[in-house]
């Protein structure tokens, strides 16, 4: 690793916090959607328009899951490498305090 400071892992920590809201704000998101498509089949039995925008919420629904999913691993991948930088920044403070 070269270089890094403890206000890089603090980015870090932030980055990573941010990818964890996202994901928390639209996995709620889907849920209401998904909700509300299951209301509007249930009042509207079986229409055919209603069908038809329950089955384009639900793609849409689809869609947002993997970019969740896309953030997830982008989160891990920051994670990792703030573990390193942590390391590495650690090692590099025993190797100042030693005589």
């Known amino acids: 690793m070269a270089g890094g400071s403890w206000g890089d892992v603090q980015v870090y920590n932030e980055m990573i916090s941010d990818l964890g809201s996202f994901n928390t704000s639209v996995n709620e998101a889907c849920g209401v959607m998904l909700n509300a498509a299951q209301t509007c089949l249930d009042n509207m039995e079986s229409d055919k328009a209603s069908l038809s925008a329950s089955k384009n919420l639900r793609n849409s629904v689809v869609k947002y899951q993997e ?3 896309t953030a997830t691993a ?3 991948e920051l994670t990792e490498e703030r573990d390193a930088l942590i390391e590495y920044l650690r090692s590099l403070e ?3 305090s030693e005589p």
Do not use: G, S, V
């Open 67 to 69: 970019a969740t999913a």
């Open 94 to 96: 025993e190797m100042e």
């Open 74 to 76: 982008l989160a891990r």
